[in-house]
């Protein structure tokens, strides 16, 4: 016998991060509130093993999201203001939700949605219960309430033409050729001296067996460079980890073990002799002694292609996935410790380490959430694309902001033509400004649905949501959309319909960031003359995004003090007149940046060099060097090439700018 409906004003599926702070905006408000978590436990990735959180540029994080981690923080020092322990920010939430009266369900799927036109009605769980709503909040990684209620979406990745981003679609990596002394040193995260991560493949690695079969892992990969499919980027889980004798619980055998399943790995340790556990694996500590590990390079914690029918499989399929998961991750442990043919000392080194006794006590001491990177996206009023979180950053909607670099893990492994391992579509030095993110991405087209917010699986491209897909921004969403919920409810109108600049004026007195003022930072569109910033600059070999030095437009680049010879930025550029011209290249000093970097001018004249000292502060407003003065005409552009070859530091890159000479 059907159960009948229970009466909400605001129903909201997905106790994620967005969906907490999203039911405390509501409740807030005023509002009646009902949370629905599918799981055992609130608080999605940030209780669930996300500790080290990717944060961006603090200064756009504000409102409840800044409640929340000052909450979770404040027991500790100052410099794990973003960075508590699973078990603080467990704590933090369940605090936040109990004191807005916001009721919980737990550990309940949602089995169906009835709609009567335009509008959700309600909602209906696995165990026969329901909510009638007025409206709906779906704050779920994998949008199921928007999918069930049939709002459109998208699973997978556009192609470069679809929205114009040079990022999209399939994208073969390049082996990154990296030194013994590099792989064997450690993170930087764990008190090393070397790179915060280190990514992709890092030498020739055999793609297959004796028999001529891809090893396990590897795929053919086969796709046009820039095309669309139906992939995306890995998923794994953030274990929580521990050196602290008093609380090392040893790494367990999962339940599936299979050795085979770890080749690649052993071909990487078998190049890499010396590999460091802390090379392996992205280690970050956050509070007592804790980390946060995390994957990097080419064979991590990530499962590249274990998640290929997880966003819109059925609860059966998503339950064996995620139990292949964690066979993978706590099978990858135990290979590393036990397996004889691994380095005595990596596998000592391994056994320094373990899971936490006093975190996921309930759950065998193993994470809570399987980090669902990303799974379906809606296609709303207004998606999201690569432009939005670069150049076209401000929104006349804006109900939140993001910052962080334009980063996507691994989305498979595939065998190059000549028969070795490479990574596919993973890259994580493409920068962005901080941007504002519209209202009207987080809405449905108005023919679809009027009554459902989508703060987590909202609309925006597969790139766009490289960057927009952290937790802080899920938060500042959630904000929104708990307040926008409750002013429809108010007001009898649409979510499409409310006054944004009412719902604006809200959040700006509950202390959220809308919009971000950067006294210090210079757009390249406030300059004179001609300036190309190096976002549009064709970049060879692999270069790092970096914020140092307060960059042009917020973002600059450097070789990495690597591949010396095969690395090059070309800035092309157009006069409108002819004439002489100052050329000007923009970079940011340092004491270890190259004294030596070599210039190419390409003008009317023919061609000429300059060496940049890149030790030395620029000498125009601190910003640029001058190159020289040259002819340029229209109907040829003029050409700036920066080369790193036998440079003797790093080679910063971040504009180059054209001043007229009279």
Known sequence: MAQPAQDYDVVIYGGTPAGIISGVAAAREGVSVIMIEPTKWIGGMVTGG???????????????????????????????????????????????????????????????????????????????????????????????????????????????????EPLAGFMPMPVRLRTDEVMASTCACVGGTGPHYIHGTPCKISARDEQGNLIFGVTEGKGDPGSADKLTQSYNFRVVVTQRKDILVPFPKPQHYDASRYELLL?????????????????????????????????????????????????????????????????????????????????????????????????????????????????????????????????????????????????????????????????????????????????????????????????????????LRMEPVYMALGQASGVAASMAIRNSQSVQAIEVTALQNKLRAQKAVLELHLPNVIEATSLPGIVLDDEDATFTGDWTASSYGNPIDGASRHDQNSGKGAKSARFELKVPKAGKYEVRLAYTAAPNRASNVPV??????????????????????????TMGVYLFEPKKEAVVTVANQGTDGYVAVDAVQLVPVD
């Open 267 to 467: 071909r990487l340790i078998k190049a890499y002799p010396q590999v460091r556990f802390a090379r392996l694996f992205h280690l970050c500590e956050v509070a007592n002694g804790k980390f946060d590990l995390n994957a990097q390079g080419l064979f991590s914690t990530d499962y590249p292609g274990g998640n290929v029918g997880y966003p819109d499989g059925d609860y059966a399929a998503r339950d064996r996935i995620w139990q292949d998961h964690v066979d993978y991750i706590q099978g990858m442990l135990w290979f590393l410790e036990h397996d004889e043919r691994v380095p005595q000392a990596l596998r000592d080194e391994t056994k320094d380490w373990g899971l936490c006794r006093d975190e996921f006590t309930d759950n065998n001491y193993w994470p809570y959430a399987l980090y669902v990177r990303e799974a379906r996206r809606m296609i709303g009023e207004y998606v999201m694309v690569q432009n939005d979180c670069q150049r076209a950053t401000k929104k006349p909607d804006s109900v939140g902001m993001g910052s962080f670099v334009i980063d996507c893990h691994i989305v498979q492994r595939i065998v190059t033509p000549e028969g070795f391992v490479t990574d596919e579509g993973s890259f994580q030095d493409a920068p962005a400004r901080p941007y504002q993110i519209p209202y009207r991405s987080l809405v449905p087209k108005k023919t679809e649905c009027e009554n459902l917010l989508v703060p987590v699986c909202l609309s925006a491209s597969h790139i766009a949501y490289c960057s």
């Open 600 to 625: 190419t001018i390409e003008h009317t004249g023919g061609s000429s060099k300059a060496t940049v000292n890149q030790k030395l502060k620029p000498a125009i407003d601190s910003h640029f060097a």
């Open 50 to 164: 996300l500790t080290k959180s990717d944060i961006g540029n603090s200064a756009t994080i504000g409102g409840y999201a800044k409640e929340f981690f000052t909450r979770a923080a404040v027991a500790y020092p100052d410099k794990y203001m973003w960075y508590a322990e699973p078990q603080a920010n467990m704590a933090a939430y369940q605090a936040m939700v109990r004191e807005a009266r916001v009721e919980v369900v737990h550990g309940q799927r949602i089995k169906s949605v009835q709609r009567e036109g335009k509008r959700i009605l309600e909602l209906t769980l696995q165990d026969g219960r329901s909510f009638r709503g007025k409206m709906f909040i779906d704050a779920t990684y994998e949008g199921d309430l928007m999918a069930r209620a049939g709002v459109s979406y998208i699973v997978g990745r556009e192609s470069r033409d679809q929205y114009g």
